[in-house]
């Protein structure tokens, strides 16, 4: 194991300088019609070649795939001639087969007059295209096939999806028959399928030779790797008599609280760590009996339960409390719910000194449609704020009869996206954080028993948003979720008509309220159980850090967030993908302490109303040697403003961060000073190329941006210049009454040279960071 080592200082500059006071989309005509459309002439005839490769075809018909301006109406296609048929619509894609030579003919020759400048009909339509060109083999290739390659022993198997054609039944016959067929030609063995109106699919068992064949046939539209990653469902009959006992945590261990539907204080597992548990709901007492709370505490104690069973040791670091707020039903009907989290969260924290609360609920009839925050939002929001406590919270689910049948499949992750996907309370709280859920596994049980069957279809792959996640942002436009952790996955059963929801084998393995039968685990999927291994590792810091402030918790875990391959590769516009996964997934690698090559710089100051602090970042030499590797600098912010619902603004104050460069911090503090307005202070350039920029990350209350350098040069802005982080706190006139005269935050700077395991930076910063103090010392004497 790595030597590790406390996170170091980050020592704020001087001088502290003041800031001064200050319908549905229509198709373009092009620029130049004529050339426009000998553009898409060209484009047709390399597709026409494309297509010339193409394998197999119950029929004569060519695949085109054409690229649309946004919001386009794919049916106006027909509009050009009523033998093209529509097959698929993905975004801003349109796949369209031509029925016959003569509409191809007719859609060219319209495309020629155009060209030569005649008037043609249906213009707009043609406006509305941006490209055409066949269906490629790199387009049939599958998520999995893509980001792991062929398998290297053979045969294996794979999955096939054929492009389904629903206007006539009896099409679909010949599609599938002629499929069956050929596949007997070509020595491709056909295990299993699923046929019906819709969907089409087919596992086979093949070569690699094979299967470059499959990536040419006509009539597929995809092919990848069956699903691997699956639950052992063995775990869940693990006998008590089989784990080593469990000790109780250290004396003065941080305590972490679970907010939900109580607690079963029996179980082998928690007992030892259980410090409280407590109703807050009237007329029922403290144990659970829904199950609910049980299975959030189990992930709230040990983090990722998985990894926990698989090496064998329970042994709890933090002190475990359960507050009842919800009935058997996993509800809560008695009162107003804020009153009564108000009052546990109150209770833990006098009693106990307790800073860390999960809250693994919320209210689908109160989702987020902009505007005020209200309800138990802002409660977490006073809260936070009045007690200096951290509240992790979910985002909430969406619940699986919100889509039905093939939808589910056909439109992940799009539908993510949609309105009715939004934050629910109290995941817009900006004080708290919020977390999101991807999936850990993507391999129902039945897929694993049934190895040939292809019928249940993941709908998300490893490290992929679940498909019940909801997104943001919240108020203001701040970034929400802020995280995301394993939280379990949905697989479509194809077999059935009615295209049923499976979660067997897909959700996170936690302690089971039914314990006393045998039974100490229990798989579920849903928000709920991402956030308590998010919530466990805040509390965690604690043990490292216990003075760590609410906002240096913050500021931590989001640090040391990185977004899955995975989720970018299948949401690569950055935007959307972070209001599914925010900054991505924790890393615990280096987060509760500094290594050699991965280091954390850390300063919790307090901030006077329209000024700047300057942090300068000693970038260690072993981060500047040559090579060609990823190199990273990430910094976060986070800061508890006060909070107003009664205004278009929610945050009474406003604080965020840039990284500059500049020779000194004489000229970088001048800069800075001279920004009298918004937009001089917004106009003041950053270093180039941040993963969130300025912007979007400063709506939130905590920020974050990492900055990677992948070669360091002589002309690299690392060598000729310094670098410095400036924190800029800028009030509302109606906040300054409700903020302190010098508002706390928290941030934490990275610097990561992961490939170059030699890289020394821990020492080299130490070395220049003593050497800065002994000179403010000689300085002051």
Known sequence: MDESYPHLALEREGPITEKRKGTGPHPVAPDDPAAHARGLKACVEDALQQTDG???????????????????????????????ELVSQEADTVVAAFVSRAALDAFEARLVSMAQGDAVSYKQVIYALQGIDGWSAEDRTGWALRQEGMPA??????????????????????????????LAENGIEALDGVRQPGLLLQRVRCDCAQAKRLLRHRDVRTVDLPPRYGLDLRVLTTDIQDIPPVPSPKEGAPGIVVLDSGLATGHSLLAPAVGDAESFLPGHGPDDEHGHGTHVAGLALYGDLQETLESGAFVPLLRLFSGR??????????????????????????????????????????????????????????????????????????????????????????????????????????????????????????SGRYPTDPSEVPLARRDQPSPFTRHGPSVDGAVKPEVVAYGGNWALN????????????L??????????????????????????????????????RPDASPELLRALLLAHAYLPPA????????????????????????????LENAVSLVAVETIANKCHHFYEIPVPDDFLSPGRRDREISI??????????????????????????????????????????????????????????????????????????????????????????????????????LSHTDERYAVVVCLRDRANENAR?????????????????????
């Open 636 to 737: 976060a912010l986070a800061y508890t403003p006060a909070v107003r619902s009664t205004r278009i603004a929610y945050k009474a104050t406003r604080m965020d961060f840039k990284l500059v460069a500049g020779p000194d911090i004489d000229y970088v503090s001048k800069m800075f000073s001279r920004a009298t307005d918004k937009d001089d202070y917004e106009n003041i350039p950053e270093v180039r190329n941040p993963d969130c920029n300025a912007q979007v990350r400063s709506k939130g209350t905590v920020q974050k941006a990492t900055w990677r350098f992948r070669q360091i040069n002589g002309q690299s802005i690392l060598r000729k210049k310094r670098l410095f982080v400036v924190v800029t706190r800028n009030d509302h006139p109606w906040g300054e009454a």
């Open 567 to 594: 989720t970018t590769a299948l949401i690569p516009q950055p935007d959307l993908c972070r209001s599914v996964a925010g900054y991505g997934q924790i890393d615990r690698h280096a987060l509760f302490r500094s």
């Open 153 to 182: 022993v053979e045969p294996f198997l794979l999955d096939l999806e054929l492009w389904p054609v629903d206007a006539h039944p009896s099409e679909l016959d010949a599609l599938w028959d002629t499929f069956q067929n050929w």
């Open 325 to 446: 707020i919800l009935d058997r039903n996993n509800e809560n009907e008695t009162g107003f719910i804020e009153n009564q989290v108000a009052e546990a969260v109150r209770y833990f924290s006098s009693q106990y000194g307790c800073r860390v609360f999960n809250l693994s609920f919320g209210d689908r009839n109160k989702p987020y449609l902009g505007g005020h925050v209200r309800g138990l939002a802002l409660t977490l929001d006073t809260l936070s704020r009045e007690l200096g406590v951290l509240f992790v919270v979910s985002t909430g689910n969406v619940s699986g009869s919100q889509l039905t049948g093939l939808a589910w499949k056909d439109d992940y992750p799009g539908y993510l996206l949609s309105a009715d996907w939004t934050l629910i309370d109290p995941a817009t709280a900006l004080n708290a954080l919020t977390v999101g859920s991807i999936a850990r596994f993507d391999r129902s049980y039945a």
């Open 494 to 505: 194809t077999r059935s008509a009615a295209n049923y929801l499976v979660t067997q084998g």
């Open 761 to 781: 930076l821990y020492s080299q910063l130490r070395s220049r960071l003593r050497g800065k103090q002994a000179a403010r010392v000689k300085v002051r004497i």
């Open 54 to 84: 193409d394998l197999g075809g119950f029929d004569d018909r060519r695949l085109f795939r054409f690229e649309v301006t946004k919001g386009f109406n794919p049916d106006e296609l027909r509009r050009l001639s009523e033998d093209i």
């Open 507 to 544: 959700g996170e393995v936690s302690t089971n309220l039914g314990f006393a039968g045998g039974h100490l685990f229990a798989a579920d999927a849903g928000t709920s159980f991402a956030a308590p291994q998010v919530a466990q590792l805040a509390a965690r810091i604690l043990v490292e």
